[in-house]
């Protein structure tokens, strides 16, 4: 469904991507992870053309996102995207979020958005606080309005950027519980994180990358114990106490 | 001291200066005031637009407006547009523009100079996530910027934008130089008739100073306000 085919970017002379390759099937969760300037967040913001690169093609369900011909906004439409910062538009009420979208982008008339949109807000457990505008929301809960507000496009794939980064500890399973929910009803999703519980419970196959490399693209049973890079043994080693 | 004066000039007119001085100066500024945050906001996106040329030529209208005195754009303009007009439209006589549309059209264009610099600011205040958010969502730049950015540029400026428009309440006395009955005209022309020229400019005086010390108020109030809920 979405295939990296030798991907290189640079940012003036610095290279961040370095002739990454993957493939990820549909229904496929897969954990990307690593070191921070590895190039995890460049990669996926790759997928949907946010960030631009050099070298390489990626075709998201058969469509090239590098040929100059596609039409981006469209592709874009059909792939959600979480970010670190949540990034709701603080000028909007929660449930005017969800439907901004579905509105300008796809044409659906406000009852349907509405309608639709609430039911995403039901499923993240945010219904009672539609009408409230995002700075009156904990970090977790804003996460949980961008997924839902990610989801109401009905995607055909997931981007997750770092989701949990910015959140405060306690919050961060209020987030990690819808993901792993997604997970299991078949969504195909990218998830950089460094939330290896998360890797374990729901990943089916973990990229490991390092300095805008893909050093590991392995099941998420070998990355966690057999075979493994001195690398990513070393940054496993880290991050898990 | 004040002997001499007869403040009573004021009690015989006030009702002339108001209805046709002070209405003139107030629909003049509320015009320009909306006529310039359009051009200016339109100028400010230019400014910051990736397209090859564009933001040149904005930045290039912007740095001449702000280099010239306002006194002279309004002379240059009232002599000058129905040229200007009467050869956009191809005929041969200079087009009848009117004291009115005149100065209403050079106020607009001088504000929105400084209105596109508020603006610009407010534009690039608001976190790139959020473009990118809105492209995410699939929208396209110019939805992302109509929808997403400028309203929450719009807000964040408000209070600068507020205090642009009373200085702007302020420059509009200077059509005096085209001999309109604005506030101040309306006063001059019954301060000349009377022969009571102190009176009158001090009463000019009060009468401005209490309407913009008057909306600053306002506007320190509105700006306390976004800054609490935000």
Partial sequence: ?241 | MFGNFDFDVIQRSWVYLFTTGMAFTLKLTVLAMAGGILLGTLLAVMRLSSIRMIPAAAATYVNVIRAIPLVLVIFWFYFLVPYIGAWIIGSDQPIKVGAFMSSLITFTMFEAAYYCEIMRAGIQSIPRGQISAGLALGMTNSQTMINIILPQAFRNMLPVLLTQSIILFQDVSLVYVLSITDFVGAASKVAQRDGRMVEMYIFVAVVYFLMSFGLSLLVRRREKNTTVTS
């Avoid at chain 1, 969800?98 to 300008?104: P, S």
């Avoid at chain 1, 044409?107 to 807000?121: C, P, T």
């Fill in chain 1, 1 to 241: 469904m979405i295939e990296f085919k030798n991907i290189s970017k640079w940012y003036g002379d610095f290279q961040v991507l370095n002739n990454c390759s993957a493939r990820i099937e549909k229904g496929e969760v897969v954990v990307v992870c690593g070191p921070s300037g590895s190039g995890k967040s460049t990669l996926i913001n790759t997928v949907n053309g946010l960030a631009p690169f050099q070298e390489g093609e990626i075709y998201v369900d058969g469509i090239s996102v590098g040929d100059p011909s596609t039409n981006l906004s469209k592709l874009r439409s059909r792939i959600g995207m979480v970010f670190q910062n949540f990034e709701l538009f603080p000028h909007m009420s929660v449930i005017k979020n969800i439907t901004i979208g579905q509105v300008k982008v796809l044409g659906r008339n406000i009852e349907d958005a509405r309608e639709r949109g609430l039911k995403y807000l039901d499923r993240v457990g945010l219904l009672a606080h539609k009408d409230k505008f995002p700075g009156l929301l904990s970090g977790g809960q804003q996460q949980r309005v961008a997924i839902a507000r990610a989801l109401s496009m009905d995607p055909l794939a997931m981007l997750f950027d770092e989701p949990t980064s910015a959140l405060d500890p306690e919050m961060i399973n209020e987030v990690l519980d819808v993901m792993v929910d997604l997970a299991q009803e078949g969504m195909t999703m990218i998830v950089v994180t460094h939330e290896m519980g998360f890797a374990r419970k729901v990943a089916d196959r973990v990229i490991f990358m390092d300095m805008g490399r893909i050093v590991e693209d392995c099941t998420k049973t070998e990355f966690f114990t057999t075979k493994r890079s001195v690398r990513a043994q070393s940054f496993l080693e880290k991050i898990i106490h």
